[in-house]
Each structure stands twice: as structure tokens, then as C-alpha cells.
């Protein structure tokens, strides 16, 4: 399990380089993907229907033809400036790129930024309704991150891949970092349901309490609702979990 750990004032100096407009974080995170990593000729636009942004993809080429899909969308909703839901998540992106891809790895990582997730998951759907069944086939994990930085990091259990769960809880356990159970079935939806609905093993990280689901979606959203020391820790959780999963004998899923 070795990964490249980035100091926390990366992750906060990514975080707060926040664009106000979904056009903008786009071209950003397309920016901070070729900066940290991603070679130009596996980095994509993918034009996307009834949406005005492209889902933005870097692939990292692994060793084997084996997936993991790392996502999160960069569209926020109207009110608010959507630092919470979903910059947060957004920005770490190119972020664990860069911690994924200081050493050659077993699976081939794709990193996508979507859109229009609050549209209702257009980019997510959009993605996965376009691969081949053959390329879903190839997907071993998709890992969603959504409204980090509220609380301690936490998965919806309810509507995760079990053996994905268990993994996480392992490597919390492991790095001695706080992860919990925190189900939002009642709350919306995020762009790993796009693949869950494809059954293509699926978890989402995110940091939703009862106490913090009035930020979403209103004025509350702004870049002082991020707890640093949350999201950072949420950033060390994540990239240690893609690192072992590389390693994991996750079953091959059997679209």
C-alpha cells in the first residue's frame, strides 16, 4: 500500500482555488490533472449530451486491463458557491492522481470529473451508458467522492458494495483515520448510482451529518463550511484506499 502523501496546504491551496462558475472549474481541473500527472494524450473531453460542460477524464494506464474509476462532479447547484458539494471532492481529484501516480500500478486508474451531476448524475449516466459492455466489465471498483470536509469521513453504506466497505473500514482501521457509516438515502443521489444501477461494485465517500445537510444546496455552501483538517484527513483516507485496492483481490465484475 505506497502512495505519494501531499502535504495538507496542497490540498488546501486546491481547495480554495475555487472557480465560481462550472465553466471555469472545468478548465481548471483539466489544468490541474495535465499539472500533476496526466499526460496530454490520456487526458479527454468527453462531450456529454444535454449538457453545456464535458465530463473531463484522465486515464492512467496500469499494467493490467483491469478499471478503477475514480469520480467526482465539479457542477454545483445555484445557490451557494459549491465548495462543499462538490469542489471538495472535485479538487482532490488531480490530487490523488499525482499521489497514484509516482509508481506503476496493477489496474488502470480513471480519473473523471463530472458533470451536471446536480441535473440528476447527466455526466455519471452519461459515462457509463457509453462504455461497451465489455469495458464495464472491466470496472472493478468506482470510487465516488461527494461533500467532503463537513465532518470525518464517512461512506453510504446502504447503497455500497459491500466487500468495497469492508476494505475501506480496513484501511481506516490500519491508518488509524475516522470513517463511519453515514447512510443518505433520504438526502439525494451522487454519480456512483450511475454505476450502481450497471452493477459495477461502487462506494461513496462524503461527510454529511443531520447537523451539516442544511449547508447543501443553499447560500451555506461556502468555502468556510470546509473543516481543512477534515478534508485533508478525508484526502490521506482515500488515496491509501486506492493505493491497497490496486493490490486487493476484488472479484472481477461479471457484466
Not at 479538487?91 to 470529473?113: A, C, D
Not at 454519480?191 to 462506494?203: A, C
Not at 449547508?215 to 481543512?228: F, G, R, T, Y
Not at 483538517?229 to 476484488?250: F, V
Request: hydrophobic content about 40%; aromatic content about 6%; proline content about 3%.
Amino acid at each position: 500500500m505506497r502512495f505519494y502523501r501531499l502535504e495538507q496546504d496542497v490540498i488546501t491551496s486546491r481547495l480554495k482555488d475555487m472557480p465560481l462558475i462550472d465553466s471555469a472549474r472545468e478548465s481548471k481541473l483539466k489544468q490541474l490533472f495535465l499539472d500533476n500527472g496526466c499526460d496530454n494524450s490520456h487526458l479527454q473531453e468527453e462531450a456529454v449530451k444535454h449538457a453545456k460542460n464535458p465530463n473531463v477524464i484522465c486515464v492512467v494506464p496500469g499494467t493490467s486491463d483491469r478499471v478503477i474509476v475514480v469520480g467526482a462532479h465539479f457542477d454545483h447547484a445555484e445557490q451557494g458557491t459549491g465548495a462543499v458539494d462538490n469542489w471538495s471532492g472535485a479538487s482532490l481529484l488531480p490530487s490523488l492522481l499525482q499521489s497514484l501516480s509516482q509508481e506503476k500500478r496493477t489496474h488502470t486508474f480513471i480519473f473523471v470529473g463530472f458533470t451536471d451531476e446536480e441535473r440528476g448524475m447527466v455526466g455519471s449516466r452519461f459515462y457509463v451508458n457509453a462504455l461497451a459492455p465489455k469495458e464495464r466489465a472491466k470496472i472493478d471498483a468506482m470510487v465516488n467522492m461527494d461533500t467532503l470536509g463537513l465532518a470525518n469521513t464517512e461512506v453510504w453504506q446502504s447503497h455500497a458494495d459491500a466487500r468495497l466497505v469492508k476494505l475501506a473500514a480496513m484501511i481506516s482501521n490500519a491508518m488509524k483515520l475516522r470513517l463511519s457509516a453515514v447512510n443518505v438515502d433520504q438526502v439525494g443521489s451522487t454519480d456512483s448510482e450511475s454505476f450502481r444501477e450497471k452493477k459495477i461494485p461502487s462506494i461513496t465517500f462524503h461527510s454529511v451529518t443531520q447537523e451539516t445537510l442544511t449547508i447543501l444546496h443553499s447560500d451555506k455552501d461556502q468555502l468556510s463550511a470546509v473543516n481543512l483538517e477534515h478534508l485533508y484527513e478525508s484526502y490521506k483516507l482515500i488515496a491509501a484506499y486506492l493505493a491497497y485496492l490496486d493490490t486487493a483481490q476484488i472479484p472481477e465484475n461479471q457484466q
